[in-house]
T-cell receptor
């Protein structure tokens, strides 16, 4: 069982509001990721980090931003939510130095609905 | 860069029958191939993985085969049960700290009672 936690699990918010999705992992993993996924659909990488103070854009363009001030914490922020941001956001992590290579462990996801 | 194609996108099998999901990849440097299962309302969970130095790996009712020459790998589920209903993702990655993992587009597996 992976020790990676996301809050909130479900969020309904009005257009124009600022939101932050929290993600924490207790495995000491260097690499962390945010994926965006519509129900049952493809996983789209939107942000990743290889360690503290490292953040990179993923393959899918996103208006969200991320920060990595602590190893265990990788929050995602939307400054002004829009209905097009409605989706599931999955946080994940992996161990840079593990023999398991790039085994990724996912959180349970945050379901965001913007009305 | 790496590209992973997954087929079929949906699969329905009778309970007790076998299910096979196939993936192909493009980057010959890829040598790590995990499979993830995503149940409704949850995040994907690793169910089995294989490295390029082996051709097959089994874990109870699930098995994965790898053909490096043809650049394809498959997930086999035998004696399917209702709890096998989920979305399955294959992925490919070169081993290495700076490597990104590339996911297939997913297969929705339904088990008919």
């Amino acid at each position: 069982e992976a020790d990676i936690y996301q809050t909130p699990r479900y969020l309904v918010i009005g257009t124009g509001k600022k939101i932050t999705l929290e993600c924490s992992q207790t495995m000491g993993h260097d690499k962390m990721y945010w994926y965006q996924q519509d129900p049952g659909m493809e996983l789209h990488l939107i942000h990743y980090s290889y360690g503290v103070n490292s953040t990179e854009k993923g393959d899918l363009s996103s208006e969200s931003t991320v920060s990595r001030i602590r190893t265990e914490h990788f929050p995602l922020t939307l400054e002004s939510a829009r209905p097009s941001h409605t989706s599931q956001y999955l946080c994940a992590s992996s161990d840079r130095n593990s023999y398991s290579g790039n085994t990724i462990y996912f959180g349970e996801g945050s379901w965001l609905t913007v009305v | 860069g790496e590209n992973v194609e997954q087929h079929p996108s949906t699969l329905s099998v009778q309970e007790g029958d076998s299910a096979v999901i196939k993936c192909t990849y493009s980057d010959s440097a890829s040598n790590y191939f995990p499979w993830y299962k995503q149940e409704l309302g949850k995040g994907p969970q690793l169910i089995i993985d294989i490295r390029s130095n082996v051709g097959e790996k089994k874990d109870q009712r699930i098995a994965v085969t790898l053909n490096k020459t043809a650049k394809h790998f498959s997930l086999h589920i035998t004696e399917t049960q209702p709890e096998d209903s989920a979305v399955y993702f294959c992925a490919a990655s070169p081993l290495g700290s700076a490597s990104k993992i590339i996911f297939g587009s997913g297969t929705r597996l339904s088990i008919r009672p």
